[in-house]
């Protein structure tokens, strides 16, 4: 007896491209002129009627089942795709644009390991993911693997705080209180799946993060606020090309640093610099341009408490800070030319950030 045992119907044909099909106790038997005489198991027989069997786009198996994978895997190929077993991961399958890039990265013997869900499109994009990674593809970026790194959390619930929806979220942390040194991945939205963009260090206060809902306090103190800011401006010494709000920077530039005061924790112009008011013409120009381009978070704002803290922002001049996120001159002008009205910036210590 073969492996598929006896025979469950006879020979039907007349399918899709001229093929004929016969079931089987242990699965099926599909044939057709371009493809040859292929069986598929249950398991993979679910699967690919899942996708649209041979109305969809894997189209007719062009190989066996091949269980000489690495953790034991299997794969079956076909028309228009492949699809992958593991005990860990599942039954999933691939195809188009992301199939192609996974078998050039090696598929199974690469870092990204098995697929761990079929590919997702949503308007123009489509994304899959897999055991270490992801594979996105857009119309206008082609494909692209994605690390797997926090963002993911973002995806899966384990984020404490929301992203009410933003298209990019910028995750800073730091591995505990009192730690100014901090990991900042930016998180960019494809297909509905959060991924990494771009991961980097930097540094927030010098005296670290703040508890979760306890203000950041004067900028004296150097402390970060924890939690889930949006970023509604921009500002600096000329626009890099950004959607978001731009204030180009002038001698009279302040910010507000004086609580009980109308212009506590926003800009504004004046000739002097009185008190804790911020200089932001000063610290765009001195040397180490810290302002010479910067991003608002709207932390305290726009409901603000008087001395809760002021004057949080994204900069240059990657150094601890009074407060603020300071990231290298690239990254600073590649948050502000991709970001939109909208975005976040979720910052925190890593346990106050993930479950």
């Known amino acids: ?43 993979n027989y679910a699967k690919w009627v899942s ?14 089942e091949t269980c000489n994978q690495p953790a034991w895997g ?12 593991s005990a860990r991961s599942g039954t999933w399958a691939t195809k188009g644009g992301i199939g192609a890039r996974y078998a050039a ?14 590919e997702k499109c949503v308007t123009g994009q489509c994304i899959q993911s897999f055991q270490s990674g992801y594979i996105g593809w857009s119309k206008t970026g082609g494909t692209r693997i ?43 939205r494809v297909a509905g799946l959060y991924v990494a963009d771009w991961r980097t260090d930097g540094y927030v206060g010098a005296s670290g993060f703040k508890a979760p809902g306890v203000p950041s306090g004067p900028t004296r103190y150097l402390y970060s606020p924890t939690g889930s800011y949006s970023v509604t401006e921009a500002f600096g010494l000329g626009n890099p090309g ?6 180009t920077l002038n001698p009279r530039s302040r910010w507000g640093g004086n609580p009980w005061t109308a212009t506590y924790n926003k800009y504004f112009e004046s000739s002097s610099w009185v008190g804790w008011d911020e200089n932001m013409w000063y610290f765009a120009t001195r040397a180490t341009h810290d302002y010479r381009q910067g991003v608002v978070v709207n932390y305290n704002r726009p409901n603000i408490v008087q001395d809760a803290g002021f004057a949080i922002f994204l900069h240059m001049n990657k150094v601890p800070t009074a407060g603020c996120i300071s990231l290298d001159d690239w990254a600073v002008v590649d948050y502000i030319r991709k970001s939109r009205p909208g975005d976040r910036i979720i910052m925190g210590t890593y346990s106050a950030l993930f479950r």
């Open 146 to 188: 994605y690390s797997m790194t926090e963002c993911a959390k973002l995806n899966n619930g384990r984020s404490r705080y929301p992203t009410y929806g933003a298209n990019r979220v910028l995750l800073t942390f730091t591995q505990g209180y009192r730690q100014s040194h901090a990991t900042n991945v930016y998180c960019v």
């Open 1 to 43: 007896m073969s492996a598929l045992g006896l025979p469950q119907s006879r020979e039907t044909c007349g399918q899709r491209n001229g093929g004929c099909y016969q079931k089987f106790a242990k699965g099926y038997v599909y044939w057709s002129p371009a493809s040859g005489a292929r069986a598929v198991r249950p398991g």
């Open 74 to 85: 299997c794969i079956q190929r076909f028309q228009g795709g492949t699809i992958y077993w």
């Open 51 to 64: 996708v649209g069997g041979l109305a969809g786009a894997l189209g007719y198996p062009t190989s066996s």
């Open 105 to 118: 990265a090696g598929s199974t013997h690469s870092g990204l390991g098995y697929p761990t869900a079929n």
């Open 242 to 247: 950004t959607a978001l709000p731009y204030r």
